[in-house]
């Protein structure tokens, strides 16, 4: 699990986590409830781990705080954050 707060330069601070992981888990989840934004390049990144997880068949789980899925909804990508729900 990774669940430190990340803050604006996410892709980096995800790329020094994931790759010190040798394989890809069969679950990841990412909390993200702690931090404070998100930009483009974080959004795609999730949008692409999602995607690769899905394809190797392992789960991703990631969890936003009500700031983080306000701003996936503005950027038409709020089922990154429905999708983790319930």
């Known amino acids: 699990m990774i669940d430190e707060p990340l803050e604006k330069n996410i892709v980096n601070q995800l790329r020094e986590i994931l790759t010190k992981i ?8 990412i909390d993200l409830t702690k931090s404070p934004l998100i930009d483009t390049a974080g959004i795609q990144l999730l949008i692409a781990m999602r995607e690769f997880m899905s ?18 909804d503005w950027c038409g990508v709020g089922w990154v954050a429905s999708e983790n729900k319930g």
């Open 22 to 29: 040798p394989e890809p888990p069969e679950s990841l989840t």
């Open 55 to 72: 394809s190797k068949d392992r789960e991703l789980k990631i969890l936003l705080n009500k700031d983080l899925e306000e701003i996936l």
